[in-house]
């Protein structure tokens, strides 16, 4: 079946690394998605990864992907107060085009 | 280029009333999608729609229905409202790829129903 989990609140310190894990359940996942939503706005789409690599890195922003354990993580390196948000992954699934499923997203708070 | 638009922005209807909601996509994005968010169950896909036929749905009550127009620009309308319609209604265009749909969100619509 298709569904999304990940933690529901993460907190940290200015400076250190977040690190924000998703698993998902559906096995035809072409690509994962990671997306940030701040109060009152819409999604804003950080980074992807596609089924098949193990790792893509953008910037501050790390995705791992484990195939065979269907674990997702974002790693944020070098926390900053604007970084807190909540954070969905959601994944794609083969021959259901544009539709995603998301997890209950992660609420990152970054503490000064 | 301009991000992806929605009207109107809020929302206050009384149950039984419809309701239209209006998302312009990012210029040359063909594929429109449709979600509903709510605290208690998230993110949920309504619809997609390319190239004026809806190509995927959610498991969402036949009061939820969509059109796009030739322009790629969509509507979503929602009939006989009920309390739990209530929510932040979302919509996201993409270019269409090869199976990649890098999904760009507007800021939604939110929809109080009283």
């Known amino acids: 079946g298709e569904d999304v989990e990940q933690s529901l609140f993460l907190s940290v310190r200015e400076g250190d690394s977040s690190v924000i894990n998703c698993t998902y359940t559906d096995s035809s996942s072409t690509y994962l998605y990671w997306y940030k939503q701040e109060p009152g706005a819409g999604l804003q789409l950080l980074t992807y990864?596609?089924?098949?690599?193990d790792m893509k890195q953008d910037q501050r922003l790390t995705v791992l992907l484990n195939k065979k354990d269907k674990h997702l993580s974002l790693r944020i390196a070098d926390t900053q107060t604007g970084d807190s948000a909540i954070y969905f992954c959601?994944?794609?699934?083969?021959?259901?085009?544009?539709?995603?499923?998301f997890g209950q997203g992660t609420e990152l708070s970054v503490k000064p | 280029k301009a991000g992806v638009t929605q009207t109107p922005r809020y929302l206050i209807k009384t149950r039984g009333q419809q309701v239209t909601l209006s998302c312009s996509p990012i210029s040359g994005h063909r594929s429109v999608s449709w979600y509903q968010q709510t605290p208690g169950q998230g993110l949920q896909f309504l619809f997609e729609?390319?190239?004026?036929?809806?190509?995927n749905k959610g498991n969402f009550p036949g009061r939820f229905s969509g059109r796009q127009f030739s322009n790629s620009r969509s509507e979503m309308n929602v009939s006989t409202l009920e309390l739990g319609d209530s929510a932040l209604y979302l919509c996201?265009?993409?270019?269409?790829?090869?199976?990649?749909?890098?999904?760009?969100f507007g800021p939604g619509t939110r929809l109080t129903v009283t």
């Open positions: 996201a265009s993409s270019l269409v790829g090869q199976g990649h749909y890098e999904q760009y």
């Open positions: 990864i596609f089924s098949n690599m």
């Open positions: 959601a994944e794609s699934i083969y021959n259901q085009g544009g539709k995603l499923i």
């Open positions: 729609y390319f190239s004026e036929t809806q190509r």
